[in-house]
């Protein structure tokens, strides 16, 4: 069973940048698509951004698009979120998880059950 950490949240201010890595120990990672959510206080957790095994394919929540970037190492079991142009609104404690089913892509909507061995999280908070 795969175990998931996620690290390289902080406190920011509004524009700056920060670049979380999750990295994955005791499982198969480089067939799996991986997905990068967030949850802010109140609010049902969501997608960020999603990468396919290879990386060929990604997915970002409009929200997000041009200012998240999301990458794998497969030969580092690491998967990344660049985030640049931080706004208030990012402020969530952001998760990364790995899709229950081998090679398979994203469905949308995408549901949380889709996707397993979440991470403990790593907190974001942008000030304004």
């Known amino acids: 069973q795969v175990q998931l950490v996620e690290s390289g949240g902080g406190l920011v201010q509004t524009g700056g940048s920060l670049r979380l890595s999750c990295a994955a120990s005791g499982g198969t990672f480089r067939s799996f698509t991986m997905g990068w959510f967030r949850q802010a206080p109140g609010k049902e957790r969501e997608l960020v951004a999603a990468?396919?095994?290879?990386?060929?394919?990604?997915y970002y929540a409009e929200s997000v698009k041009g200012r998240f970037t999301i990458s794998r190492d497969n030969a580092k079991n690491t998967v990344f979120l660049q985030m640049n142009n931080l706004k208030p609104e990012d402020t969530a404690v952001y998760y990364c998880a790995k899709h229950v089913r081998i090679l398979r892509w994203i469905g949308l909507p995408t549901h949380l059950t889709d996707f397993g061995s979440w991470g403990p999280g790593t907190q974001v908070t942008v000030s304004a």
């Open positions: 990468i396919s095994w290879g990386g060929s394919s990604t």
